[in-house]
């Protein structure tokens, strides 16, 4: 006789080998993301129904799903406004329940006579006569056979088109059975002392317990996640991120950089020449950055301040640190408008100093471009990345407002010097991350906060109001910009068309320069040619224009202190994030600041929610907070496409509790069991880790 081989644990399972699952099959569910055995069990129940006991007709809540018993007492088809069968069964508990079918066979309906017993299984609401069901599923039940009820809550999975419910529950419950019977097909990748840190359940009971919960077991901490098993899967899988997240970020860290030095004289001269003096907060970042770039290490650090607090001058001091050793500091804005800002002011502080930085534009002429391969400080947009663009020798680079760039964008630099050494990268950033994110040690950045605003500056006011009182709106800009002030009015589109969006913004700009005749107003949108952007801007930059009429191009980084009103039209088109960025256009100056939000009414709740946050508050890490709140993690930085935070089972603000936890025992687990820590990543992120495109 052959001998069979031992079955395979279900990690090492290919999906594809697994009886009953065809070619199709396999492919579905590899495109949900699971390849293994084991990514199959991780496909958890997203509900659970309860057919383990039968409720009394008398004892029902409408909302709740059960199994009921009882006779028929009456069945019949109405034609009413629409044709159905209704049948009305009894269980002596004093009341009836109806229930109603809108489509139905001959053989179905002749199958319900009066007198029947019979089991239905479904949804409980209320109607104008009692309870009734609609479509429940049906068994006879014979008296002297009674079928038996399901001995644990029965899983709702999450199915899509061609992978059926039962297919799931099939496929799930083989593997369930097996696992019942050897346990061992599922070893615990956690050593012992970890374990000891895990929640109290094995791997094994938490699976077989999540698909087939006992039936006492409350369904709502089910829902919520709040049971031991749930927790046990959470911890692993979170552990399991920080583990990636800790072998990524030694590969980084394991490659060659260059020892900046301090030049302690040339930045005493910088920050005469200022006028002004950093705040606190920009002190303790640029402190960091500093011993940052004196190391071999390549740095990759995200330095986050809300909109105004003064990034720039830290990218400034940062570059200056690359330049006074003889190498070279790129910096990236995410368009021309802003390179060119960064520019003037980088000119205004560095020339002082005898080093003249360069734009490079689009349009730069080839001779432009090399001459930039050489300088000290070349400033440019995402164009700098190109495989073309051959600097010399850059040390430093500074990514700025790094959520318009795909993550991946900051790669490219890796191969930028000849001699194989990596740059040390700053990306900065106004976007907040939210603690719970930024615990997880985002995207094995080191990170920095400004959370300190320079001095004098008020907090925006802001108000929401309907679109209808756009007349009075544009009063209060002509007696505004009458003062001296400058003013934007923001139009927004829901389609993507920039055609559309600069209609509109277009019909806006002739609509108001009408009615405020003694306003001079300006337009800006995304169809403009990039010199005719400029020139706009700049007009309102120099106080030429009192009023910019523009889509949402103005969003990032620009910096006109005059400015204190800000229209945002149709505001509740926006997200959250892009509101206050937005918003952080306005309030940049000493003058009290303030913001109207329009919108076009009827709002939704999820509208209102972000309306009121906005009026509520101008501290960006409330804000991210409610936007996690609402949209969830996947969302936030642009970082769904690239799937860094997509879990199987963790939530993470339901399991923020774990994140301090699994980081430490992270490192510990590497350092001391690095076999464990490989298998626990294999587990559950697959052979390679989820970031090894990135970085
Ligand atoms: P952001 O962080 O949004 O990029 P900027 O770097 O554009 O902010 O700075 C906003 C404004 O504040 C600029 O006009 C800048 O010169 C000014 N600024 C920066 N730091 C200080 C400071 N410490 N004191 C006073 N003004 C400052
Ligand atoms: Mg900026």
Known sequence: MKKAFPPKPFHERPIATLKGVGPSIAAKLEKLGMKTAFDLLLHLP?????????????????????????????????????????????????????????????????????????????EVRRSAVGFEMIHPEVRSVNSEQPAALEESLTPVYPATEGLSQNKLRSLIVGLLDELQQQPALLQDPLPVEVRKQAPPCSLVDALLNLHRPPPDVSQRRLLEGDTAWQQRLAFDELLAHAVSMQQRRAATRSQLGLALKLDEAVK???????????????????????KDLQQEQPAMRLVQGDVGSGKTVVAALAALQAIANGEQALMMAPTELLAEQHWLNFQKWFSPLGIE??????????????????????????????????????????ID???????????????????????????????????????????????????????????????????????ELAERIG????????????CTLVEESEALQAEAAEDTAEWLAEHLPNVRVGLVHGRLKADQKEMVMKAFK??????????????????????????????????????????????????????????????????????????????????????????????????????????????????????????????????????????????????????????
Request: glycine share 8%; with cysteine.
């Open 479 to 490: 007696a505004a910009c009458a003062a001296g002030e400058q003013a934007y009015w923001v």
């Open 542 to 695: 120099n106080a030429e224009l009192d009023l910019l009429v523009a889509t949402t191009v103005v969003e990032v980084g620009v910096d006109v202190p005059n400015a204190s009103l800000m229209i945002i039209e149709n505001a509740e088109r926006l997200g959250l994030a892009q509101l206050h960025q937005l918003r952080g256009r306005v309030g940049r100056g000493s003058r009290q600041s303030h913001c109207v939000l329009t919108y076009q009414p009827p709002l939704s709740e999820n509208a209102k929610t972000r309306l009121n946050t906005m009026r509520d508050t101008t501290d960006g890490f409330k804000i991210a907070e409610a936007d996690l709140k609402i949209r969830g993690p996947g969302e936030l930085m642009g970082t769904k496409q690239s799937g860094e935070l997509n879990y199987k089972v963790a939530d993470l603000e339901r399991d923020r509790h774990w994140l301090p936890v699994v980081k430490d025992l992270a490192l510990e687990l590497l350092h001391q069991q690095p076999d464990a820590a490989a298998n626990l990543v294999v587990r559950w992120m697959g052979s390679k880790t989820q970031y090894a495109d990135v970085g």
């Open 46 to 122: 997203l509900r659970w129904q309860d057919r383990t006991r039968i409720t009394p007709i008398g004892a029902l809540q409408p909302g709740d799903s059960c199994v009921v018993q009882g006779e028929i007492l009456h069945t019949e088809i109405t034609i009413r406004k629409r044709r159905m069968l209704l049948v009305q069964i009894s269980d002596g508990t004093g009341m009836r329940l109806m229930l109603r079918y809108f489509r139905f066979s001959k053989a179905q309906q002749e199958n319900l006579p009066k007198g029947k017993v019979i089991r239905v299984f479904g």
């Open 357 to 398: 930085p360069v734009l490079l534009r689009g349009r730069s002429k080839k001779a432009d471009r090399e001459a930039a391969f050489s300088a000290p400080m070349v400033i440019g947009t995402h164009a700098l990345f190109q495989a073309d663009m051959q600097f010399e020798k850059p040390a430093v680079a500074i």
């Open 401 to 471: 407002e790094q959520h318009r760039f795909g993550v991946h964008q900051r790669l490219a630099l890796r191969d930028k010097r000849s001699d194989g050494r990596m740059p040390h990268q700053i990306i900065m950033t106004a976007t907040p991350i939210p603690r719970t994110l930024a615990m997880t040690g985002y995207a094995d950045l080191d990170y920095s906060v400004i959370d300190e605003l320079p001095p004098g500056r008020q907090p925006i006011k802001t108000v929401v109001m309907s679109n209808e009182r756009r007349p």
């Open 268 to 290: 005493v001269k910088f920050l005469a020449g200022l006028g002004f003096e950093l705040t606190n907060a920009q002190n303790k970042v640029v402190a960091a950055i500093e």
